[in-house]
T-cell receptor, first 110, second 116 residues
Framework: GQNIDQPTEMTATEGAIVQINCTYQ??????LFWYQQHAGEAPTFLSYNVLDGLEEKGRFSSFLSRSKGYSYLLLKELQMKDSASYLC???????????FGTGTRLQVFP | DTAVSQTPKYLVTQMGNDKSIKCEQNLGHDTMYWYKQDSKKFLKIMFS???????INETVPNRFSPKSPDKAHLNLHINSLELGDSAVYFC???????????????FGPGTRLTVL
């Protein structure tokens, strides 16, 4: 089966750093994606990891360890507008099918 | 300059009716998808088409029938609507890139379907 786990909710303070973890157990692995989804809106792409290590993109970084079936999304210098759901998704095979986790709802407080 | 568009944005209908949702992308992508997001915000793939050909067909009741008249359009027709079909349906598209590139998916704004 396919299983992707993320914490349901997290809270943080403006200006802080937050790390959102994702663990996965899938039939195969061909890449991991992070998407951001604001309430009532469409998911938007944040990052992609296929090799082990850290990918940095401005205030957002994503890390992958394939041997541990583990990824995290790191958000630095949090802003109020970062309040959203963050979805971890794995591509288990060579198609473009994505298996999504249930998402982590992040609330940023002033 | 909308990239992926869906119509309608909201759809309220009675149980047993048949309805369609339309999706169009102007990004020149080869692959299009339909996802269902339920009330718990769980996003699950339903179908994927590549150049009008069905590629992915998850375990979805056959009341749901996708149709791709050309590679820029992917419509979803639902027969005999049930209460459990109430959800937000997202269309998405992605380019065909060689692995290991990301092939990120671009999502439409969603169609909120409510079945009464």
């Amino acid at each position: 089966g396919q299983n992707i786990d993320q914490p349901t909710e997290m809270t943080a303070t403006e200006g802080a750093i937050v790390q959102i973890n994702c663990t996965y157990q899938t039939s195969g692995f061909n890449g991991l994606f992070w998407y951001q989804q604001h309430a009532g809106e469409a998911p938007t792409f944040l990052s992609y990891n296929v090799l082990d290590g850290l990918e940095e993109k401005g205030r957002f970084s994503s890390f992958l360890s394939r041997s541990k079936g583990y990824s995290y999304l790191l958000l630095k210098e949090l802003q109020m507008k970062d309040s959203a759901s963050y979805l971890c998704a794995v591509r288990p095979d060579n198609t473009d099918k994505l298996i999504f986790g249930t998402g982590t709802r992040l609330q940023v407080f002033p | 300059d909308t990239a992926v568009s869906q119509t309608p944005k909201y759809l309220v209908t009675q149980m047993g009716n048949d309805k369609s949702i339309k999706c169009e992308q102007n990004l020149g992508h080869d692959t299009m998808y339909w996802y269902k997001q339920d009330s718990k915000k769980f996003l699950k793939i339903m179908f994927s088409y590549n150049n009008k050909e069905l590629i992915i067909n998850e375990t979805v009741p056959n009341r749901f029938s996708p149709k791709s008249p050309d590679k820029a359009h992917l419509n979803l027709h639902i027969n005999s609507l049930e209460l459990g079909d109430s959800a937000v349906y997202f269309c998405a598209s992605s380019p065909m890139l060689e692995r290991p590139m990301g092939n990120e998916q671009f999502f439409g704004p969603g169609t909120r379907l409510t079945v009464l």
